[in-house]
């Protein structure tokens, strides 16, 4: 509980992911929301570990990809990796 | 699938954060960082124009220096050209610059959003996307402005890709949620609500949190999306695990978006057309089922995923309420969960459950659980889990399983974590009384609740056993009898003593009969009790005595005894002392008829709202009505004990006095009402007690609803320390805590003032009788004229009032008028009290002066009220620009080459008040060694109007600068042994002071420049 929200958050190693939503948000809806976004990322990074993070901090539009406006925007793991290979060729 | 390599692409970015990886110390890496940040200024400084590729590699070290916490103040132009960049990543590092460092430069935002236009039209989805993202990460309302009016047009597009569609869907509702008013329903609207029909999921997941979100304030607009949303919802509950493909998570068709459409049914009433409905109803069967089958996978991912969609599914049925089977069904299956072995879902299920207990066709089916519960309250190892247990035990209590939650909850008690002790003995309290049968239960129970748990038994609690026992008089006797065993035991609370005295001195006659408990043996019970008492009790037991004295006439003499006793009439607290000397005289002056007149019984208290309820609803806040609103449940079973029926039989004369025991939600007897009869004079007395003096005070509800300055509150302890913040200041924030910000913009000139207050309110709810007042306390009035414009009373979530005061000072002023801002937050009354940012200085106008002039006036304002000095420690370390800085934002004027140490600083000002000008001079002399600063002022009145000696107002002046420091960090913390070291009464000049200052002696010497 934080103010008026929730914080719902997992460990992946030494680093926690968080998610700040409503009260009444669906927990456990989003407690896999984290667990989709980490192995998108396990999957874009091969084997994603905190240096990856550090070193290609730009990349954050990775996030943009699957949570947009404190909403989830896109589920599906093929998409977002399809979506980011094609960035990635772009120059 | 890509590796992508560390920095690609960028060897001077990888190199870099390398380096600040590597630094072993925090002073290497902020040397590293400025030697960057050199580089990067002298690179975009320089005469070469810089490539795309470099211009992104410094704006990314920018980015990234930024994001390890330190300030970035160029660079924001380089970003805005990489916009305008043709190539993907050039154009994506720019964006990130901009959406993470916005800068509010009026020229920038309009390079941006030119920028940005050029990007919603450039038809290239990948670019689109990008504008489109940076708008939904910002959501200004300068973004708002330029383009809420061309989002819908691209999201409903026949041509636009869906991936421009999801990130249009969702950058409209970021606007949304930020201005609503910048997007106007149109008919764009009923073409979102057919994207549930979309071919690709993801749109129909971003389309779905788009509709829920404006539904909720245009129902009828988007009604339409329930029929689309159930048949999309059936679609994906009755496919098969492998169906949807890409959109399948460990087995589990798009569990996201089937949370997110059976939450946009929650906005809903269930669907009329009865096609609908039965498909609906199928769907929720459907989730049901499966909830059933075995696992088709053991990660826990799978069953997470799956148990997501049940809960919200639940919650649904929960929410239509009118489906028992489902409703029993939704229960059986919480039940199981009940006992599962993921500490998660036993957490989720006794919450659901919770709502569940309030529905009239489940609560008979929660209330099967109830072993299952209690077992959880006792061996859960989470606190957490325990009060939702404790919860849940409290939503399905009735009059059947009463006794047994109860006695449950007691014994719970005596192990409960004590940060949940209070609420526990609340919601005992309250269910003892809601479902008492025999009131000998209930007695027995709450005094069970004082013996397990003195401590957390507040006034409420034990203010409504004894309202109730005086209201019912078959419970009378046997309270007696209870309390004056609990009382036999060597150690008893404190407050089991208050209800002890005064169930005793009302009803100790019922008991009388027993020789075990002759009046002797009650009087030396409660006495032997009296010494370990605090005043409050102690005032308490001395009424008790009086009530004896006219219960018991053959204790009269002892008692008199005890109240002659030195130790009471000579008694230090005002309170005792008076009322042993005034019971005394009673009962020597009054005839036996008066004194039965006087020490009647109580008669019955009127019946109200419990106020312990009230104080379960204030400590669970806002939001927590839903476990406790018990309207919902078992009509019939509602108000059967609720209503305790005054008894006629003890009627007697109506006085002040029957509020006593007033609790919160009763108006305070204001001013009592002439008593008639012989108890004129005594009524007083009673009105007095201090059992009744904290229930007295102007309960937050009646006082808000009639706003009057003596129904103000005390500022609140930070005031001071807010207030000092805005000595120097004209603008800032003037007070923040959860649920609201006042902001202050003022300007002053010359004797008035404008003050605009901006009223944020932080929550997601509305605030309503939103009002604040400006009050003015003492003389104030006749020295300041503040005209305040009324504000709407209602303040939504998120938004902000501004209000606006019109000030003016009249003569010189010492206390700062007060602000009293009071609203209801979810039914809950707030008010808060602060002290409004006008102190005398803010009339302070600056005046140039010579040194000759300066040197006259200061000569000639010798007498001892015209000057005040001070000496102080600095709290921080001395820098000449800060104080400068800050003598300036007092008031006054700087005078260069006017002292001669240059480490000096001299001020001169005029104080402008409508009555009278008041000439100020000032000194400050800064010792570096021993931190201390010096400051002397004078005061002149250099013109006087309407004859106003001069003199007091200096004097006052004076008094204003101890009392509102000007350097308020410097001398906070200035201990007062020291405060007046120097004040006007020694004579200062020529001579050496030794002084203690913080504990170190240090040695100051005036030097006369005279």
């Known amino acids: 509980m934080f103010r008026n929200f929730k914080i719902i958050y997992r460990r992946y190693a030494g680093l926690y992911f968080c998610i700040c939503v409503d009260v009444n948000d669906n927990n456990l809806a989003y407690l896999e929301a984290i667990h989709n976004f980490v192995e998108v990322l396990n999957e874009y990074f091969h084997n994603v570990c905190e240096l990856d993070l550090v070193f290609n901090f730009y990349k954050v539009t990775v996030v943009d990809e699957m949570f947009l406006a404190g909403e989830i925007r896109e589920t599906s793991q093929t998409k977002v990796l399809k979506q980011l290979l094609m960035l990635q060729s772009l120059e | ?1010």
């Open chain 2, 1 to 1010: 699938m890509p590796a992508v390599s560390k920095g690609d692409g960028m060897r001077g970015l990888a190199v870099f954060i390398s380096d600040i990886r590597n630094c072993k110390s925090k002073e290497a890496e902020i040397k590293r960082i400025n030697k960057e940040l050199a580089n990067i200024r002298s690179k975009f400084k320089g005469d070469k124009a810089l490539d795309g590729y470099s211009k992104k590699k410094y704006v990314c070290k920018l980015l990234f220096i930024f994001l390890l916490g330190h300030d970035i103040d160029f660079g924001h132009m380089e970003a805005v050209n990489l916009l305008s960049s043709n190539k993907y990543t050039e154009k994506q590092i720019g964006y990130l610059f901009i959406s993470v460092l916005v800068n509010s430069n009026s020229e920038l935002i309009r390079l941006i959003n030119n920028a940005i236009k050029n990007d919603l039209a450039s038809r290239n989805p990948t670019f689109m996307c990008l504008a489109l993202h940076c708008i939904a990460n910002v959501g200004s309302r300068e973004m708002g402005e330029a383009f809420a009016a061309d989002i819908p047009r691209i999201l409903v597009a026949g041509d636009s890709m869906d991936s421009v569609k999801q990130s249009a869907a969702l950058c409209l509702l970021r606007l949304y949620k930020a201005s609503p008013d910048l997007v106007p329903m149109g008919e764009w609207t009923a073409r979102v609500v057919h994207l549930l029909n979309d071919q690709h999921m993801g749109v129909v997941t971003a389309a779905v949190s788009l509709i829920t979100c404006l539904c909720k304030k245009n129902p009828d607009d988007f009604k339409t999306c329930v029929s689309l949303a159930v048949s999309r919802l059936s679609r994906i509950v009755s496919s098969a695990s492998t169906d949807l493909q890409d959109y399948t998570y460990y087995f589990v068709p798009a569990p996201w978006l089937s949370v997110k459409l059976l939450r946009l049914l929650q906005c809903y009433p269930p669907p009329e057309d009865a096609a609908v409905k039965g498909r609906l109803v199928e769907c929720l069967e459907t989730v049901l089922n499966k909830a059933q089958e075995p696992p088709k996978s053991k990660k826990v991912q799978h069953s997470n995923a799956k148990n997501a969609i049940l809960f919200e599914t639940i919650s649904l049925i929960i929410h239509y309420d009118s489906e028992p089977n489902l409703l029993v069904r939704a229960c059986n299956q919480l039940g199981q969960f009940l006992q599962h072995r993921e500490t998660n879902l036993r957490y989720l299920a006794l919450e659901s459950m919770c709502t569940l207990a309030s529905s009239e066709f489940s609560h008979e089916a929660v209330k099967t659980h109830i072993d299952t519960v209690i077992n959880a309250l006792k061996t859960e190892r989470d606190v957490s889990v325990r009060q939702r247990a404790a919860d849940l035990l409290y939503a399905m209590c009735d009059r059947s399983n009463a006794k047994q939650i109860v006695s449950e909850m007691l014994r719970y008690l005596e192990t409960a974590d004590y940060a949940i002790r209070e609420e526990i003995v609340l919601k005992v309290a309250i269910l003892a009384e809601k479902y008492a049968v025999d009131y000998s239960w209930y007695v027995d129970t709450i005094l069970n609740l004082i013996r397990i748990a003195g401590d957390y038994v507040s006034e409420e609690v034990w203010y409504r056993v004894l309202q109730i026992v005086t209201n019912r008089d078959d419970v009378q006797g046997y309270a007696a009898k209870t309390v004056f065993e609990a009382l036999q035991a060597p150690a008893c609370h404190e407050n089991m003593v208050k209800v002890g005295g005064y169930i005793l001195g009302e009803f100790g006659n019922l008991i009388a009969g027993d020789p075990r408990s002759s009046p002797p043996v009650q009087f030396s019970l409660l006495h032997s009790k009296f010494h370990l008492c605090s005043v409050a009790t102690r005032a308490l037991l001395l009424s008790t005595y009086i009530k004896f004295i006219n219960l018991f006439p053959e204790t009269k003499a002892t008692i008199q005894g005890v109240l002659r006793a030195g130790s009471q009439l000579r008694n230090a607290d005002v309170e005792l002392q008076q009322r042993a000397v005034e019971y005394l005289t009673l009962s020597s002056v009054a005839s036996t008829d008066v004194l039965a007149t006087v020490l009647e019984e109580m008669p019955p208290f009127p019946e109200r709202e419990s106020s312990i309820l009230a104080k379960l609803k204030r400590k669970k806040g806002p939001g927590a009505g839903s476990a406790l609103d018990d309207s919902r449940r078992d009509p019939s079973s509602h108000d059967i004990n609720g209503g305790v029926e005054p008894t006629p039989s003890t009627v007697s004369t109506p006085s002040p006095s029957a509020d006593l025991l007033g609790l919160r939600a009763a108006p305070p007897p204001a001013a009592p009402p002439a008593p008639s009869g012989a108890g004129n004079l005594l009524v007083d007395v009673f009105s007095d007690s201090p059992a009744a003096q904290p229930g007295l005070g102007p309960s937050p509800e009646e006082a808000f609803l009639s706003p009057g300055p003596e129904d103000i509150g005390p500022p609140i302890p930070e005031a001071d320390e807010l207030l000092n913040k805005f000595v120097c200041r004209n603008n800032g924030v003037l007070f923040e805590n959860q649920l609201l910000q006042i902001g202050v913009k003022s300007e002053f000139r010359q004797n008035l003032g404008r003050m605009y207050l901006f009223y944020g309110n932080k929550t997601s709810v509305q605030f309503q009788n939103f009002s604040p007042t400006v009050v003015h306390p003492g003389d104030l009035q006749t020295q300041l004229a503040v005209q305040t414009k009324r504000v709407a009373s209602q303040v939504d979530g998120g938004a902000q009032v501004q209000q606006v005061l019109n000030i003016e000072c009249l003569r010189d002023f010492l206390t700062p008028p007060l602000l009293s801002v009071r609203f209801r937050y979810g039914g809950a009354p707030q008010s808060l009290t602060l002290k409004l940012p006008v102190t005398i200085n803010k009339f302070f106008q600056p005046t140039e002066m010579a040194a000759q002039d300066f040197f006259q006036r200061w000569k000639q304002l010798s007498l001892p009220q015209q000057e005040a000095q001070k000496i102080f420690k600095a709290n921080h370390p001395m820098d000449a620009e800060v104080t400068k800085a800050k003598l300036l934002g007092f008031g006054s004027a700087l005078l260069d080459n006017v002292d001669p140490n240059p480490e000096n600083f001299v001020g001169a000002g005029i104080i402008q008040t409508k009555a009278l000008q008041v000439g100020c001079l000032l000194r400050l002399e800064p010792n570096a060694q021993a931190q201390v600063q010096w400051s002397e002022e004078r005061g002149e009145g250099m013109q006087s109007v309407g004859g106003q000696a001069p003199q007091p107002v200096c004097g006052t002046l004076s008094r204003q600068q101890q009392q509102q420091p000007p350097w308020p960090q410097l001398q906070r913390h200035q201990p007062p042994s020291c405060a007046w070291l120097l004040s006007p009464q020694h004579q200062v000049a020529g001579s050496g002071y030794l002084g203690p200052v913080d504990g170190l002696f240090c040695f100051l010497l005036w030097l006369p420049w005279l």
